[in-house]
């Protein structure tokens, strides 16, 4: 288990290395207490990208607390956002936010003819539209670097393929890795 969210984690590292990179040549960055793309009620991830948030809770004696608070809920809203947090961000676990919570924003997918292809927010394109056009232009003519979404969930596939081959809503991912926390745990202490 410990292998499985160090080598998570290690992934998390080097891209959140290259999302610093490309914000630092296109001036792009979310806007301050913002938070508006985890509102969004249809954001899926995989049971891998939350297990270093599962492992901690674990460790924090915060598991059984927080499966309880998932399983009430009937939203579809993660459950980690705290939507009057003061701050930069809304997320009350940034440190342990998903891949698609990381890569949302600042990435490019690959389009049908195979180029890089920037993908961001609304308010990105609206409030920093100049920067974004710049940006958009200079991804998709490969002229600077940029995270890419799928070679970034090949990475996790490659840790664990069985806890990625599936996407859940987001609280059910959360819930699903907590429970795979605690099942590797009851059956080691066995
Ligand atoms: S984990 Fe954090 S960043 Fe990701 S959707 Fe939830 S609140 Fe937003």
New binding site residues.
Partial sequence: MEERVQAVEQVFEKLDQEIAQFQGWSGLHCKWGC?KC?FKPD?EATILEFLPFAHALYHADQAFAWLEKLKQSSGSI?L??NPTQSGAG??T??KH??LI?RLFGFSARTNKHGRKELVTCEIIKTEQADQYTLAHEKVEQEKESIPVMHQYYMQLHAIDYELTKDFYP?NQAIRKAIETVLAWYAYRND
């Fill in positions: 938070g985890c954001i993660c980690i956002l809304l997320c676990e940034y936010r998903g919570c987001i």
